[in-house]
């Protein structure tokens, strides 16, 4: 029994090592979603980019923190050995797995909104490209990246106003004549679908892969605690039993 609650005590201590690389490599994952999020940010308008950008990441910042909070808790606890301390980041890991979880379900559901509001704030727009350096930056920004040219396709700028394509539109990276068979045909919502279609895959296979190890960490806080309190019954057994001195 006290080479299990040993190794148990282990595991705990190597898991919450690993949990708080996990917190530093989301705080970096962080910062590449919020450049990533800067390069769409002038296709909707700005309430768009506060629901979609902001929030969405001060609520990973929070679990970043939280994540990394826990894990020097788990490490405390499981040196220390103090039963209310495992009993706390059992309950404080419990509920980031359950954040996680909602989280991911967010993922999918706000997915078809980004979607219908990029689609929307791109053809709003498109009259202004000449004229608004932030949607021409992020425009050209899109179409260059993903290979494709206007909303559903190319024709989108001559329908709203722009008799001529951009630059960006163009196959070559050097530039080209923006006419056919010189520029991407395909419109850039079905590859910005792709591109949040993958990332949403990508973002809840992580969320669920680190939820169940996540639970592992629970379970072994829970499973120690369940040992140190049968221990202690067995002691308080054995001095009941004992018989007195005379």
Not at 63 to 90: E, N, Q, R, W
Not at 113 to 125: A, D
Not at 137 to 143: A, H, M
């Amino acid at each position: 029994m006290k080479s299990m609650s040993v190794l148990l005590k282990a595991y705990l201590i190597f898991f919450n090592i690993f949990l708080c690389i996990v917190s530093i490599a989301l705080l970096a994952g962080i910062a590449y979603y919020f450049y990533a999020a800067d390069q769409y940010k002038g296709v909707a308008d700005d309430r768009d980019v506060l629901v979609y950008t902001v929030v969405p990441l001060v609520i990973l910042i929070v679990v970043a923190i939280m994540l990394f909070l826990l894990s020097i808790l788990g490490i405390i606890s499981a040196c220390l050995d103090v039963k209310p301390l495992l009993l706390l980041y059992g309950v404080l890991l419990a509920c980031v797995v359950l954040a996680q979880v909602i989280g991911g379900g967010l993922v999918i559901g706000f997915k078809d909104t980004v979607l219908k509001e990029l689609s929307n704030g791109f053809i709003e727009n498109i009259p202004t490209y000449s004229s608004s350096d932030a949607f021409r930056e992020s425009v050209d920004y899109i179409q260059t990246q993903l290979q494709c040219c206007g909303v559903n396709s190319y024709t989108d700028w001559v329908k709203n106003g722009v008799l001529v394509i951009p630059q960006s539109c163009c196959k070559s990276n050097s530039g080209c004549v923006p006419v056919l068979p010189f520029i991407y045909t395909e419109g850039c919502i079905d590859k910005i679908s792709g591109v949040l279609t993958k990332s949403a895959a990508i973002t809840i296979s992580v969320a669920i892969v680190l939820a169940l190890i996540q639970l592992s960490g629970v379970v072994v806080a829970f499973i120690i605690c369940g040992n140190k309190k049968r221990q202690y019954g067995s002691v308080i057994q054995y001095v009941r039993i004992a018989p007195l001195p005379k």
